[in-house]
């Protein structure tokens, strides 16, 4: 048990769907993430929210929103996914500043299946 | 920038093996160094970290040394076991600058009984 909670653990949908991804963190951290794992590749951060503000990796397509209502919850949303966006989402959660020293808190991730 | 270089995996040793694999950054200031594991099915977690130069993170069985004169931070364990098989990802977080992480590709770790 790591503090960070992801639901759905799997998630199938078809290219038309609409879908979300959510996380929630009990740590009292200040910043989550969102990650993409794919086989064979590196980790890729797509999102990150510290402090309500949004850092984000330009090269993360628009089919792909995050939300992030407040510091213990993230969401990840989902629409019009190519067969591609298959992959494990991770979650994660950090103290972003002060004497911490940086290490994340991972969720055990959404295993996403697109057809 | 920021940037960590793990070795290629996989690793394949046999159970009872003593475990090195090599972790080198590059980096500004003085970046804290942390070892992650994904076991499989699972998120990742954190081994272990060192916060300045010459500590030396342990957890598990598994240790590694900050040597910033060699900007390494190689994992190693005496004696592995087959329950260690996971891939592991060297990390690097700059206090006083960006808050996010730089991870590594990782290394898988497969051991045989």
């Known amino acids: 048990e790591t503090g960070v909670t992801q639901t759905p653990r799997h998630l199938v949908m078809g290219m038309t769907n609409k879908k979300s991804l959510k996380c929630e963190q009990h740590?009292?951290?200040?910043?989550m993430y969102w990650y993409k794992q794919s086989a064979k590749k590196p980790l890729e951060l797509m999102f990150v929210?510290?402090?309500?503000?949004?850092?984000e990796n330009n090269s993360v397509p628009s089919r792909f929103s995050p939300e992030c209502p407040n510091s213990s919850h993230l969401f990840l949303h989902l629409h019009t996914l190519q067969p591609e966006d298959s992959a494990l989402y991770l979650c994660?959660?950090?103290?972003?500043?002060?004497?911490?020293?940086?290490?994340?808190?991972f969720g055990e991730g959404s295993r996403l299946t697109v057809l | 920038g920021d940037s960590v270089t793990q070795m290629e995996g996989p690793v394949t040793l046999s159970e009872e093996a003593f475990l090195t694999i090599n972790c080198t950054y590059t980096?500004?200031?003085?970046?804290?160094l942390f070892w992650y594991v994904q076991y499989p099915g699972e998120g990742l977690q954190l081994l272990l970290k060192?916060?300045?130069?010459?500590d030396k993170g342990s957890n598990k069985g598994f240790e590694a040394t900050y040597r910033k004169e060699t900007t390494s931070f190689h994992l190693e364990k005496g004696s592995v076991q087959v329950s260690d098989s996971a891939v592991y990802f060297c990390?690097?977080?700059?206090?006083?600058?960006?808050?996010?992480?730089?991870f590594g590709r990782g290394t898988s770790l497969i051991v045989h009984p």
């Open positions: 994660a959660s950090s103290q972003a500043q002060g004497a911490h020293t940086g290490e994340l808190f």
């Open positions: 740590l009292g951290h200040n910043a």
């Open positions: 929210y510290s402090l309500e503000e949004r850092v």
């Open positions: 980096a500004t200031g003085y970046p804290s």
């Open positions: 060192a916060t300045k130069a010459d």
């Open positions: 990390a690097l977080s700059r206090r006083g600058g960006s808050y996010i992480p730089t």
